[in-house]
């Protein structure tokens, strides 16, 4: 079964998704934005560059560890959310 991890920064809604097939999914509003299949190296990794205001730009990234379900946000450069997520429940 997927996973889906919701957040916001400043006024814009992020959505992470674990696929059944395993890829994880990164969606600003409502819009994917990247997807990483799985492979044999990990973090699977999705990233995604918004300007939030004229010219401020902000580096979302995602890194996601399917060994230890560990998942880790970042904007630019500083942590927004570390979980663990796991495929199947």
């Known amino acids: ?11 814009k809604s992020f959505e992470l ?6 890829a994880i999914e990164l969606y600003l509003d ?3 934005r990247k997807r990483r ?3 044999a190296s990990e973090p699977q990794y ?3 560059n918004v300007e939030l ?3 401020e730009h902000h ?7 399917a060994s230890t379900g560990v998942l880790k ?3 630019n450069g500083d942590s927004l959310v570390e979980t663990e997520m796991h495929l199947g429940g």
């Open 1 to 11: 079964m997927s996973q889906t991890l919701q957040f916001q920064h400043r006024h």
């Open 17 to 22: 998704k674990l696929t059944d097939d395993g």
């Open 30 to 32: 409502n819009c994917l």
């Open 37 to 39: 299949d799985p492979g």
């Open 46 to 48: 999705v990233w995604t």
């Open 53 to 55: 205001e004229w010219e």
């Open 59 to 65: 580096y979302i990234e995602a890194r996601y560890w």
């Open 73 to 75: 946000v970042t904007v």
